[in-house]
């Protein structure tokens, strides 16, 4: 980046059903919690960058931006996107290219008001060719498995084990996110019900593999770097902010074990903040299901292609809170991940960036990891489609690597 | 619900499984392209187009949907997966059918998948009553099981012939059956219905007859179960066989395409005209098509015209008349018409009545055997001079009481007679039976059909099998007696069964 951008407040609801909210409520509340962490007026804000993905269907309302004006009782440019890291890049380009000092990053989605029906619409906007063939959210996952037991031929224990680790993971993020106030779930679970469902359910990946549907928003607030420094003294910083995308059908994509996408965008987001792969202890990943955390974990670079489903197996021996790959300490979802924090599409992201954001100035109670030397850098990949767009942000405590 | 113009363009790719290839490098797509991605602007408005519609694939990998979303919930549980054709240069995403998955029985999924698989052409999944019908050729089933793979390759014609005739046929019977006594009735799958039959049956006929699809000028579609009452049958056939020229631009097919309703001789009343068609003096058409397919309701058991339930089958036939290469020529026609309701069904009602003890005798056999009679003595014919015959087939007595009638031998009735493997076909009855007799004939044969419509009338027809008929059976894997003995013949149970016949 040409120069790094500062989070300088970060603001979230509890992710999970709010039955008595409507989406601008949730905003709301993300949106004052920040602005106040970062102790400013709504007068302060140059412009807004918000994102939902299924508001028109799932709530049949559009115009996002007029909601939020209304809100403010401002008339500054804001603009939507889908995710949470889509509205964050576009916000870090334009405080880059020097047009805004003060931005206002949220994201929120209300997936529960369309409960019964909101499968079908996430499928569809996956692919809508592999919609009309019979998949589904779920199944997707389940041949991207197929394809990774297949392409390193995982058979008999390995298999085992294999299935054993994604039940770990499953397991880890639900305990990480029992100290997580904010959190869907908020309960610890075992190995042995990740398997009783896959059992009951007779499927690959059972209802302990999968992020639930949720409700939620989030907001952050940005500021340049010379603004930041009226603002906040221990401001964190976007020192990366990368993107990359693939072709809507997966099963027409040339790599299917895993997301190019993610492996593209990861590359570039190193070389944007200067740093090396090792560099980062804590990383926020897009664990639509336990696949996926195990997946990106080799499409960022961790671990050999082929190799997690094993590394991740000896880093579960003696597990205490984080994997141990190639050497190094990395810290996966702090914050329960997808899995047990929540998964409200277009707010999602933004709470990743809350929980790097907790977890680099270290105040995030009772789960603040304890890394090995200073956490200096965390990373955020977040996931549009089945891979068809991944973003990857990089945050540090400082301003980047030399 | 549902957008037309979405259905139009989406059946349009995904019924034939359109793709493009790129002349230069080779490369190929699902959907049509107008470019090549590596080759790039010198491969514009080159591509060449193709299909995977009569290809075979390969099941890569695969998993088990058991909560599908909510149009697919009909189906159950079912193998979800990716397909590749053509070594992988292609992949898509597909749904095994004609699998029944219970809640209770798990899938080994290593046993699936390398496993080659073959595009059949079904409906997609469940909508609104009042909606456009989507169907889809993403739905697949093994090659080496009960739909055989077969290519599809165009065969130059080698002989003329003076009289018109039957130069291929198909036949399609679903891959389920219910067992009851000692019939058996086919039964079609959750996403069968009368059209994905028709289409299915005109597929093997183009296979088996080797005739080029773009020489068909004319195809009509005779069925009394269409699932829409306003919208053609044929029109969707044309267009997912490519009948006819297509004139791209536009997405047309050259073809006249027209549904026929007469109860069960829909289809066989128009074989006159396609023969008729293809020798016209001032402009024949090089072929034309005849398919008869049902999936014949009734009402369930108890419940007026219940009485059917018994004897209703699901399936087609597709012939294809023309004046080369003909198997089997014509000898001549007769037909015979009454005013007799015997069957009926009024519009807006699901199921038809049937006028019980009316449909024997002044109904049935009066117009078999008036038809037969006087197509015989038109052309001074005795049964003996006769070496097949085959009638329509409402149960297993009343084509055996007519042929007997009519003074035929069980030898010359009985290859005919399908009634107890496959049901009670409606359009597709006696035409079934004309196929199993051109399955197993030699040539210079003589073979009379008489179809039945009820309402009522008779339609009979006198062929003579040719030489060629032998040549072009090598091209016929799916038999009308393959598919009556087939060991991947599944039975289910009378639930399953209207489960089934209701569809999605």
Known sequence: ?402 | MGSEPIERRVAYIGDRLKGSKCPFCGKEYFRTRKYCGDCGRKSLGKMIDIDFFYEKGVLETCTVVREPTNRFTRFGAYVYGIISFHNGRVRVPGRLTDMIIGSDKSVDLDSLEGREVVPRFRRRHSVDKSDIIPTISLAFTFADEYYPYQPYEIVKPSKEYDAPGIVGYGVYVSKFRIREGAMERSVPFIDEDAITAAVEAGKIALIHSGVDHKLIGKVYVGSESNPYAVNPIASKVAQVLKLGEEEKAEGVQGIDAVDTEFACKAATSMFKDAMALVCYPKDPMDYAMVIGADNAQAAPRGEPGGELDFFVGFGGAAFIFGMKDVIAEVEGWYSCTSDTPDFWRRDLEPYPRHGGRFTGEPAYFKHIIKAGRKLMEKLNLKPSDIDYFVCHQPNPAFPARAAATLGFKPEQYMPGLQVSKFGNTYSGSSPIGLAAILDQAEPHKRIMIVSYGSGAGSDAYLFITTEQIKEKRSRQKFTVKYQAENKFIEYVDYATYRKFKEGL
């Open chain 1, 1 to 402: 980046m040409k120069e790094p951008v500062a989070i300088i407040g970060v603001g979230r609801t509890r992710f999970g059903e709010h039955y008595e909210l409507d989406p601008e409520d949730l905003i709301d509340e993300a949106g004052l919690m920040a602005l106040d962490s970062a102790g400013l007026e709504r007068k302060d804000l140059d412009a807004c960058y918000i994102s939902d993905y299924l508001l028109q269907v799932t709530n049949k309302i559009g115009l996002e931006e007029g909601f939020i004006s209304q809100l403010l009782e401002m008339n500054i440019p804001i603009e939507k996107m889908r995710s949470f890291s889509s509205a964050l890049m576009n916000a870090c380009n334009a405080i880059e290219a020097g047009r805004y000092d003060i931005v206002l990053v949220g994201g929120m989605e209300k997936m529960t008001d369309r409960w019964s029906k909101i499968r079908d619409n996430l499928m569809l906007l996956v692919d809508h060719w592999s919609y009309y063939a019979g998949g589904t959210p779920e199944s997707i996952h389940e041949l991207l498995l197929r394809e990774y037991i297949k392409e390193y031929n995982i058979r008999g224990d390995d298999r085992q084990k294999l299935m054993e680790v994604l039940a770990k993971i499953s397991v880890k993020n639900h305990r990480n996110a029992v100290f997580n106030e904010y959190a869907h779930f908020r309960r610890e679970i075992d190995v042995k019900r990740v398997f009783a469902a896959r059992e009951e359910e007779r499927r690959l990946l059972g209802l302990y593999d999968f992020a639930p549907i949720s409700d939620g928003a989030t907001a952050i607030i940005l500021a340049s770097l010379k603004k930041a420094k009226e603002y906040a003294n221990d401001a964190v910083y976007i020192i990366s902010s990368s993107m990359a995308t693939d072709y809507i059908s997966y099963p027409s994509r040339p790599y299917r074990t895993g997301f190019i996408a993610s492996k593209i965008a990861m590359e570039n987001a190193l070389k944007m903040a200067k740093i090396s792969l090792h560099d980062i202890k804590l990383l926020e990943v897009y664990d639509q299901s336990t696949v996926l955390e195990m997946i990106s974990l080799e499409d960022l670079g961790f671990v050999k292609k082929g190799e997690a489903w094993a590394k991740l197996y000896e880093s579960f021996e003696n597990f205490s809170g984080f994997y141990y790959l190639d050497g190094k300490q990395i810290f996966v979802n702090t914050n329960g991940g997808l899995k047990a924090d929540g998964n409200p599409l277009g707010a999602t992201g933004g709470a990743q960036i809350f929980e790097v954001v907790k977890q680099l100035k270290g105040e995030a109670g009772q789960r603040q990891i304890k890394s090995d030397g200073d956490l200096t850098y965390g990373c955020v990949q977040e996931i549009e489609g089945f891979g068809t767009k991944v973003y990857v942000h990089i945050l540090g405590r400082e301003k980047g690597g030399k």
